[in-house]
């Protein structure tokens, strides 16, 4: 048990990051994040109150994949803090050693609002986040090598937890391998990819591109032709969009979220966020048969 | 059957392009042991240089047709029909592990056709200081105020406030020179800053200014820099403070002190407040809907020194603005403003430079996306001793390259 004082601060841009930090942390860590588990994580403001946080953070955990560029790079330059500017030691890519899906041949935002990384989503996939508990906790073990070993447990404890429960999502979803499914934005590609469903018909006709009628008539015409019965929907995007299209098509609309606090009982808790995810995905893939 | 199956790629591959397509659906077997690998990690990390272009322009009419008499800035509206208001070029990037660079170089096309070119913002910045403090040098703009250290792009409106016009000049206050930040150890947001810069030329304007240009009725011949008293010295204070989660305030202080043009020893002193509140849904999709209050209010102290003509004098003048803006759902905005300026007029009464004058302003605009934006506007003006002047502008942005990172 260390102090609140010795604890080192650590500011996660977005909400499932600091979860795994506070889980890889234990009682060593302190962790803040700065996007609502509730907003579009692409927009978030770049408040005064973030640039204190950071100035005073040891750590700071990102994505790496453009997901916070609209945002991040005035904090991190308003923080003015050593320690977690790149290069730093206590700077966290997270998306490090992580193969993205949908990396674009070419940049061209005529397809878009393209991340150049390629989907930054990638948390939606467990394993990916075990990769994220293990840079976390090589971060923590460099700048506080005393409780390492307690770091180290904790992030063990985290694996074996994700390992068991990959385990049950995946007999969980097995039973609808390679059915579609219908989403606002391609954040759930690492998911459909992971659990063996198809994650290709979008409520945007292109990322960050708003429904349009005619992209919507195509989306309803797939969902008939491919009989999708699901329609996933984030707290911060539209319903009635999601609503109009499924009503239209005998479908459901499912709530969903890729951050930990955007559902009711998952705040701050990774694990309890895909539990919640996986079943309400399931009930509604059942009956949706 | 047929028919999905050549539909579904084809719609795919212009979101996705590339590895989703060659990838199987893979098992859901529990743990293949992750390896580490290095993959590269995206624009930001594949150049050494950000680059971007952004084009402000705008067409439109007022009942008044000496526009550049209505329009107090630079880059706002210059006349009846169309305006180049602004293409910006930005290079920004990591210098070193020390230093951050930014370079603004602003391109114009004037009234006659002829393209001007401005280097409006070359600095370097310190980016890991200790005690949270934070060097900036090069050519910038003063961190006066809420607008002034902004680009015309990232307004809320299509032209400048009046009270910049009246304070700043056409192009902002801004200059070659260094600045000093120390971000202060408070539990809440509190930065104090000191900028030293040259104080002649045409974008210090309340100060040196140019030779042969006229204030207050005076006539400008500023001294070149004799000693570290004929700097432009421009201390500013803001803090911040989140209520809730929902919404954020900032309020700020600042002051420019300065020699003026009209002769040794004759000084220039600006004060201004500044505020800001947002408050922004807790469920916001693209940044909306939201709400933003702000407001500027400055006074100018101007000593004119004597002439063989005229005596010593002091003019007092002051202004401000104060606008709304709410985002109503995702990407449109409606907005509005309203000005004043006012106080003493000078030697010269028949400047319209230096006349009382109010105008309220309304704005509605639509983002295609974060790179794009079409507004209209329409301002009515109230100008002592002029004629009233309505006004309707359409202004249209784009924005290319690197993507812009935006200052709360």
Redesign the interface.
Known sequence: MTSLLLALKVVATTPEYGAIAAVVGGDQVKVTTLA?P???P??V?????H??AL?RADVLIEG???LE??????LV??????KI????PGHV?A?????????????D?S???L?????PHFMMDP??A??VA?HVCDVFCKLDSGSCPAYQKNRDALDAKL?AK??E??KA??PF??KPIVTYH?TW?YFA????L?S???LEP?????PSPPHLA?VMQ?MT??KIGVVLVE????RKTAEAVAQRTGAAVVDVCQFPGGLPGTDGDYVALLDADVKTIVTALAAAK | ?H??FL??PA??A???????LA?D????????E?K???????????NYLNLSLDGLIAVGASTEPDVPGLETGGHDPAQRGFTVQNVEVVFDG?VD?YF?GQANVVLQVDPDGKTNVELEEAYA??????K???VKAGQYLTEFGRINPTHPHSWDFVDQPLVSGRMFGGDGLRSVGARVSW?MPT???S?LMVSAQNARGETATSFGGVGGDVMFGRPLDPDDVKSMGDLLYVPRY?A???IG?TQ?V?VGASAALGPNGTGASADTSIYGIDALW?W????????FPFVKVQGEAMSRRYEAAATPLLPAATFDDHGGYLQAVWGIK??WTLGARYDRVGGDVGDDPLDPAFLPRERASLEGTWYP???SKLRLQYAYDDRTGLKDAHSVWLQFEFLLGA??????
């Open positions: 609502k509730t907003e579009d692409h927009f403001d770049a408040k005064p109150s640039i204190v100035s790496g994949a453009d560029v609209g945002w991040l790079p005035p330059e308003g923080a003015r803090n050593a500017n790149a290069g730093g890519r998306s490090e050693g992580i193969q993205l899906l949908d990396v674009p041949v070419a940049l935002r397809l878009g609002d991340h150049a990384a390629g989907n394993v990916n075990k990769i293990n390992t990959l385990d999502w995946g979803l097995a391998k390679g391609p590609r990819a992971r659990f063996g198809v290709e018909v979008y292109k990322p960050g591109i708003p195509e797939k032709e491919q707290p911060f995007q539209s | 059957m028919r999905s539909v579904v719609a795919i212009c979101a996705i392009p590339l590895r989703a990838q659906a893979p098992v859901p077997t529990p743990t293949p992750p580490p690998i290095t993959v590269a990690s995206g624009a930001a990390g594949k990591a592990p951050r910045i310190t980016t890991s200081l200790p949270g403090l934070q971000l539990p809440f947001y930065e803001d911040s403070f989140d989660d954020t900032v947002k922004k849904s807790a469920r916001a999709d693209k940044g995702p990407m996306t974060e790179y993507h812009a990172a935006h200052k709360f």
